[in-house]
């Protein structure tokens, strides 16, 4: 934003024929367009707040959309359109995705201003879309490991070695036994018994129930322990 400001106010025009109005209508766009991805940005904030009251998350997140757009634009979710009042008909309809999933569409209505054209820029509608397909896929694994955390039952009955916290690692990464056995050049026996272990100081029974403990319990981090094996 800021090169192209500076291009629209440094270039130059012959004598008598500038063209102050596009000039200074190109700069207010600029300057409006630079305060919309501000306000849009400020939906990144919105994730721990979305994750922690649940489907009233959702509701206020639609809210907050409407509202920092100054209701140019609207977030209407597939669940939401049997029973929601589209207020007009948009300018603009963004599916609003993340990965193979479509969580609905961003609505932008058209520019009251000027005829046939959106309210909203539309690098800021696209922004506006891609941040929301982020905080509702973030919101969706959310949900989903709570769901599965409500059926977990589990107990720390003690701390692991740093063999059986390499093996969990693995076991979490995804890697089977086989797999973990090449990985710390171990018999797959031995591997055996390290799960075994590790089930009984986490008070689970099976591999699946292992990883949701040590998550819950942050006794592991994807994003902090990838560089650990590199194979």
């Known amino acids: ?7 629209i106010q440094m270039k130059k025009f012959p004598v008598g ?14 300057d409006f367009s630079l305060y919309d991805i501000q306000q849009v940005t400020k939906l990144l904030s919105f994730a721990q707040v ?12 639609c809210n907050e959309v409407q509202y920092i757009t100054q209701e140019r634009a609207y977030l209407l979710l597939n669940r939401q359109r049997t029973r929601v009042q589209v207020p007009s008909v948009p300018c603009l309809s963004i599916p609003v995705q993340f990965g193979q999933s ?5 609505c932008v209505d058209f ?37 599965q955390y409500k059926k977990l039952e589990y107990y720390v009955h003690g701390s692991l070695t740093r063999r059986e916290h390499e093996v969990l690692m693995l076991l979490c990464r995804g890697y089977n036994r ?7 050049c171990i018999a797959l026996a031995t591997v055996g018994k390290h799960l075994q272990h590790i089930y009984e100081q986490l008070g689970v029974h099976s591999e699946h129930d292992a990883i949701l403990a040590a998550y819950q319990i942050g006794l592991f981090s994807l994003v902090n322990q ?5 194979v």
């Open 1 to 7: 934003m800021n090169t192209q400001f500076n291009v």
């Open 17 to 30: 024929s500038t063209p102050v109005k596009p000039l200074r209508e190109s700069i207010e766009s600029a």
């Open 50 to 61: 979305l994750c922690e009251k649940g489907f009233d998350g959702i509701e206020q997140l």
């Open 102 to 106: 479509t969580y609905g569409t961003l």
């Open 111 to 147: 520019d009251p201003h000027r005829a046939e054209e959106p309210a909203l820029p539309m690098a800021v509608a696209q922004l506006l879309t891609q941040v929301c397909g982020w905080l509702l896929h973030t919101f969706e694994q959310s949900a989903f490991l709570q769901g």
């Open 178 to 184: 086989r797999e973990i056995a090449d990985i710390l």
């Open 226 to 230: 990838r560089e650990l094996f590199e």
